[in-house]
């Protein structure tokens, strides 16, 4: 969704984990800060340059849908994944 007035960053980003998949909220605290970190690493790169050459800001919400625990490596690579398509639709 694109937000018209002030923001301090390009992006605002909201990381969801469903209870109903994952009971205990340790799991669920490592998959919003794998989530976190992946996407700390890459938004630069793929997201705020891009938003800010063409002078646009979102608001981003983004829920984990999967039934198991998946290793840091997997989560960026489809973040990667993810911020390619989402700068992708932006440019159109």
């Known amino acids: 969704m694109f937000v018209e007035g002030p923001q301090q960053f390009p992006v605002q980003i909201l990381f969801s984990v469903s209870k109903k998949r994952f009971k205990r909220a340790i799991d669920r605290n490592l998959i919003k800060r794998r989530m976190r970190e992946a996407y700390r690493l890459n938004k630069q790169q793929y997201l705020y340059d891009l938003l800010n050459s063409i002078d646009k800001k979102i608001v981003l919400s983004l829920g984990y849908i999967g039934k198991e625990i998946v290793p840091s490596d997997f989560v960026e690579k489809k973040m990667l994944k993810l911020l390619s398509q989402?700068?992708?639709?932006?440019?159109?």
Request: aromatic fraction near 0%; charge should be neutral.
């Open 86 to 92: 989402l700068g992708a639709e932006l440019t159109k």
